[in-house]
Nanobody, 115 residues
Framework: VQLQASGGGLVQSGDSLRLSCTAS????????IGWFRQAPGKEREEVSC????????YYADSVKGRFTISRDNVKGTVYLPMNNLKPEDTAVYYC?????????WGQGTLVTVSS
């Protein structure tokens, strides 16, 4: 099981980025995928999650209306377009899935938003 997160970068406040999480070693269709972030000196927090079956979606209040999660099971990828980025969105972003009670994490991609 592997998750590969990509798409981070250095942007200015108000800009957009699209993160991608590419899955391998398992069938993405059957599992929920979550995006988490960890800012320097802070705990890791869940940003968004998309379920496997009915497409149920969760967003943290801090990103509602700005981030949109989606999945392409054929490509084995979950996307997180992020609009109107703010300096407080600066963090390392990780994707996650849980299979048979075990958590799997991607390596993280750094998003830095300058004011």
């Amino acid at each position: 099981v592997q998750l590969q997160a990509s798409g981070g970068g250095l942007v200015q406040s108000g800009d957009s980025l699209r993160l991608s999480c590419t899955a391998s070693g398992f069938t993405l269709d059957y599992y929920a995928i979550g995006w988490f972030r960890q800012a320097p000196g802070k705990e890791r927090e869940e940003v968004s999650c998309i379920s496997s079956k009915n497409g149920g979606i969760y967003y943290a209040d801090s990103v509602k209306g700005r981030f949109t999660i989606s999945r392409d099971n054929v490509k084995g990828t979950v996307y997180l377009p992020m609009n109107n980025l703010k300096p407080e969105d600066t963090a390392v972003y990780y994707c996650n899935t849980r299979i048979r009670g075990l958590d799997y994490w991607g390596q993280g991609t750094l998003v830095t938003v300058s004011s």
